[in-house]
Nanobody, 124 residues
Framework: QVQLVESGGGLVQAGGSLRLSCVAS????????VGWFRQAPGKEREFVAT????????KYADSVKGRFTISRDNAKNTVYLQMNSLKPEDTAVYYC?????????????????WGQGTQVTVSS
């Protein structure tokens, strides 16, 4: 079992930045790929970004490419999502999730463990 806790969400004006963190605990985090997803009110949970254990393989949703950056510090069991040039349409609850092996999957059903989420609100 892997426990995930997200933090760093908040209220920011359009054009601003936030950095989300996801800390893992429980069984070893070693080797796990991590994904970030988000869910806006009344919408399906959607893929945002994912990267491999090494960090060398990454994938982003087209809607965030060039604005968001996923990174990780495996020594701290922590994954980050740096979000720049935020837009009101980025408003959502953001979740991190892990899977044992990186595949670049954008499908939430492929991820095994999930955090509780952190709210990001971008005002216009």
């Amino acid at each position: 079992q892997v426990q995930l806790v997200e933090s760093g969400g908040g209220l920011v004006q359009a054009g601003g930045s936030l950095r989300l963190s996801c800390v893992a605990s429980g069984r070893t985090f070693s080797g796990y790929a991590v994904g970030w997803f988000r869910q806006a009110p009344g919408k399906e949970r959607e893929f945002v970004a994912t990267n491999s254990w090494s960090g060398r393989s990454t994938k982003y949703a087209d809607s965030v490419k060039g604005r968001f950056t996923i990174s990780r510090d495996n020594a701290k069991n922590t994954v980050y999502l740096q979000m720049n040039s935020l837009k009101p349409e980025d408003t959502a609850v953001y979740y991190c999730a892990v899977v044992a092996q990186y595949s670049g999957s954008t499908d939430r059903d492929d991820y095994d463990y999930w955090g509780q989420g952190t709210q990001v609100t971008v005002s216009s």
